[in-house]
């Protein structure tokens, strides 16, 4: 039957979405957050 390889087909791609989403998330906090540290920390 095609609609469960069809179903698993799309239940991986939105798996792969998310971990794409994931890591874009990480990339974005990353840098900004260790900046807003230095920030805390040269205030402080």
């Not at 095609?2 to 990339?27: C, F, I, K, N």
Request: proline letters at 2%; a negative charge; glycine letters at 6%.
């Amino acid at each position: 039957m095609s609609d469960g390889r069809e179903e698993r087909e799309e239940q991986e791609q939105r798996r792969r979405w998310e971990e794409q989403d994931d890591a874009g998330d990480r990339l974005e906090r990353g840098p900004r957050d260790k900046e807003r540290e230095w920030e805390d920390w040269e205030d402080s």
